[in-house]
Nanobody, 125 residues
């Protein structure tokens, strides 16, 4: 199993910055892609940014040029640096990861797609 724990959310004024972190734990053999999604009140969850195991990055158009995704493979952690925040960035931010880990229920290694519990980001105008 793979557990993801996010941190770093909070309240910030428009134009400010926040850095989100998401640490993966468990009996992990490898982590491939990691990413961030967000869900604003009354809206569907939307993809925000992703980074592959090789470090290739992609961003939603709404955050391109303002957000930067990075990862520390030694710490199994992904980050989201958010600059020039806007009120429309207000949402619960979730990280996810595609990993190969030990599954104690089947006593074998398998692929997992795991999600964190979410962290609230609120941007005031």
């Amino acid at each position: 199993q793979v557990q993801l724990v996010e941190s770093g959310g909070g309240l910030v004024q428009a134009g400010g910055s926040l850095r989100l972190s998401c640490a993966a734990s468990g009996s992990i053999f490898s982590i491939n892609a990691m990413g961030w999604y967000r869900q604003a009140p009354g809206k569907q969850r939307e993809w925000t940014a992703a980074i592959t195991g090789g470090g290739s990055r992609n961003y939603a158009d709404s955050v391109k040029g303002r957000f930067t995704i990075s990862r520390d493979n030694a710490k199994n952690t992904v980050y989201l640096q958010m600059n020039s925040l806007k009120p429309e960035d207000t949402a619960v931010y979730y990280c996810n990861a595609d990993a190969v880990a030990w599954d104690s229920s089947s006593w074998s290694r398998r692929d997992f797609r795991s999600w964190g519990q979410g962290t609230q980001v609120t941007v005031s105008s």
